[in-house]
């Protein structure tokens, strides 16, 4: 028996030290960096001993939380905007702001023989439905409208478009086949160099403007190590790694 | 600043989107409600639970599977699209029917519980008149259980105007198709444009405290009779 309560004994008191150096981040990610942001967290969680609450949802809604008290440290937006406006504001640390992601843009298709030429694809018409995010909201949505606008072909489909209210609601109306291609995040459709499932086209980066994620350090973390040190975390080359593998660019 | 020409689209769309299905939930929910009302069958406890679904549920689940359900691969986008009708997500009518769903409890509960109330004795009284079932329903059901009706047109309508979550999910955004106030709402507040917002939330709310006015006072002068 001895031998076994000095094991939890010893296990107890290494669980309290451990514990007293742990501490938790609370964050908000852009619901497009939901899959890639958990594997991060669980990497940080081993290499640190920190742990990271992630809450996912949209930039803007976010933005009004933020505004409002919510206790967020870190935002991990889905543009460079939002962490400006937030740093203009006072509510955030202007220094600590950098891209952490790239995003890409791809035509998607759950059909895998859907997509051969993605641009005659488009011009060729033949498809009821094309869901793109919401461009006033999302990056991937003005991303989108800029490759349509560089195809001439914003008056010809703009009857067809269906909105989603982000990136990931997009990618639903595709997935579920109720539109048959969408203009969604590579994130959401690759899986370590390869697309999961149907067909798609890489939309190349010069047919829209920059789709550049930025993380910033908001007031209410600057006083949290563990804040800090997920921010150089994610600047780190684990992290990087991770992010590569979901199809962003850094 | 006042509202935009998008907002008086949406706004149009949602008074014609909830009249629609207010008209169409009397239609289908009041032979509902009757038959609850009235019937001693197993099926009472199962059919009544199923239109009450809707008060439990979050929205984002029936959303989720209405998207599904009438998608391409759903039983009932395969129905639409063998009867020509093409696919109804994103379509007015793909929200009508979504509505009629969604709205169904706020307008059979009230029905059925006056018909119930009513009891047997005025319709076993009509009969003995000699009143067919139709005679009955209209000239003894309609009239004593308006005040029921009266509920379930009023919570029906402004429930269908308070809809957000299932448009958002089958909606797809699309103006003057399938953008009510509450998705214009939500994308004033989303693009940080908080001015526009709160003129429409505004008046959202004061329109829903009239309704819901008009309707307790209603009740109350009934009830005073």
Known sequence: ?250 | MGFSDADLQAIWLTLRLASLVTVLLLLIGTPIAWWLARTRSAWKGPVGALVALPLVLPPTVLGFYLLLAMGPNGPVGQLTESLGLGLLPFTFWGLVVASVFYSMPFVVQPIQNAIEALGERPLEAAATLRAGPWDRFLTVVVPLARPGFLTAAILGFAHTVGEFGVVLMIGGNIPGETRVVSVQIYDYVEAMDYGQAHWLAASLVIFSFLVLLVLYSLNHRQALR
Do not use: C
Not at chain 1, 139 to 144: C, K, L
Not at chain 1, 168 to 190: C, D, I, K, P, R
């Open chain 1, 1 to 250: 028996m001895k031998p076994i309560k000095t094991t939890v004994f010893a296990l107890t008191l290494a669980a309290a030290t451990f514990a007293a150096q742990a501490e938790r981040v609370q964050i908000a990610v852009a619901a497009n960096f939901t899959a890639p942001m958990k594997e991060i967290a669980e990497a940080f969680a081993q290499d640190s001993g920190h742990e990271v609450e992630a809450a996912f949802g949209s930039s803007g809604k976010f933005y009004a939380q933020i505004q409002n008290g919510a206790p967020f440290e870190i935002l991990l937006a889905a543009d460079a905007q939002t962490p400006a406006k937030l740093a203009e504001e006072g509510l955030a640390l202007a220094e600590t702001a950098f891209t952490y992601a790239k995003g890409t843009l791809v035509l998607w298709s759950k059909d895998a023989e859907r997509i051969q030429d993605g641009p005659e694809t488009l011009r060729a018409g033949q498809f009821r439905k094309l869901a793109i995010a919401n461009p006033r909201l999302a990056p991937y949505g003005a991303a989108a409208m800029e490759t349509l606008e560089h195809f001439n072909l914003v008056e010809t489909l703009e009857p067809r478009l269906v909105k989603g209210d982000n990136i990931a609601q997009t990618y639903q109306f595709a997935a579920t086949g109720n539109a048959e291609l969408g203009f969604v995040a590579l994130s959401q459709v690759y899986r370590d160099g390869a697309l999961v499932e149907g067909s798609a086209w890489t939309v190349p980066a010069d047919f829209h403007g920059p789709i550049q994620q930025d993380a910033i350090l908001l007031k209410r973390g600057s006083d949290n190590a563990a804040a800090r040190a997920l921010l150089d975390y994610l600047k780190g080359e684990t992290a990087r790694e991770i992010i590569r593998r979901f199809g962003y660019t850094i």
